[in-house]
Nanobody, 120 residues
Framework: QVQLVESGGGSVQAGGSLRLSCVAS??????AGWFRQAPGKAREEVAY???????RYRDSVKGRFTISLDHAKKTLYLQMDSLQPEDNGMYYC????????????????WGQGTQVTVSS
């Protein structure tokens, strides 16, 4: 199972930016994404790279967040701009397996999370 380590979280004011990184113990064959969880709320998907390099974003972050994957560095990134208080939460990266060119979530691997705090 791949090991994932996130970093880059912190405290910023509304309108600020952060770049999250997720370093994997081996190359990630796409099928990877960022999720977040606010206190008292369910974990939600923020951005995801699919098996065909197709990218999807949560509606509330479209135009502000950018997900990218550097295979050479085995690192998944999340560039977050124009941060708002509603973006507060613990951010986790996750990777899935690829089977027959499709992402399979049955054996999803998670990192330990990195905290993002946005003040108004």
């Amino acid at each position: 199972q791949v090991q994932l380590v996130e970093s880059g979280g912190g405290s910023v004011q509304a309108g600020g930016s952060l770049r999250l990184s997720c370093v994997a113990s081996r190359d990630i064959n796409n099928c990877a994404g960022w999720f977040r969880q606010a206190p008292g709320k369910a974990r939600e998907e923020v951005a995801y790279i699919g098996s065909y390099d197709n990218i999807r974003y949560r509606d509330s972050v479209k135009g502000r967040f950018t997900i990218s994957l550097d295979h050479a560095k085995k690192t998944l990134y999340l560039q977050m701009d124009s941060l708002q208080p509603e973006d507060n939460g613990m951010y986790y990266c996750a990777t899935d397996s690829m089977r027959n060119d499709r992402c399979v979530t049955s054996f999803r691997s998670w990192g330990q999370g990195t905290q993002v705090t946005v003040s108004s």
